[in-house]
């Protein structure tokens, strides 16, 4: 089995309007298909290749992601590794790949999103959450295409 899965939609707007909505986390709550997503964190001025940023979700109960950008191709792909920062053990928790990639087709762009969890460093407990957040990543797609769309994209 993969440790990765992937969901696609064309998006009729440009990769440039996409790329802008995506790499931007104090928007990410509005496009999150899985309503876990709250609020940005010391997101600096611009993504770059290594830009950190932080993020409060909520599943059941509040949490806090930190999160580093590990791929930056702008208008192109963006991919970020996610951490849940544990006093004194950091890393003990994480290490998903959230990642986008975009590609202009006819009609628009061909968005791919996927989830990466050959990083996790508790593959065994997310591995049951695959079906969901597959079902997530789709509805993210739908909700970037009404954002993108509507902001004139």
Do not use: C
């Amino acid at each position: 089995m993969s440790d990765v899965e992937s969901v696609e939609r064309v998006i009729p707007a440009s990769p440039e309007a996409i790329f802008a909505v995506i790499s931007d986390p104090a928007r990410h709550h509005e496009i999150d298909g899985s309503g876990t997503v709250r609020d940005a964190k010391n997101v600096p001025a611009r993504l770059e290749l290594g830009a950190k940023f932080g993020m409060s979700m909520k599943l059941g109960v509040p949490y806090s992601t930190s999160n580093t950008v590990i791929e930056f191709e702008p208008n192109r792909r963006l991919a970020w590794q996610t951490w849940f920062p544990i006093p004194l053990v950091p890393k003990l928790a994480g290490g998903r790949i959230w990642r986008y990639e975009l590609e202009p087709v006819e009609g628009g762009t061909l968005v791919r999103e996927s989830w990466d969890i050959s990083q996790e460093r508790i593959k065994f407990m997310v591995q049951p959450a695959r079906k969901k957040t597959k079902e997530a990543m789709a509805a993210t797609l739908e909700r970037l295409e009404a954002v993108v769309t509507a902001d004139g994209g």
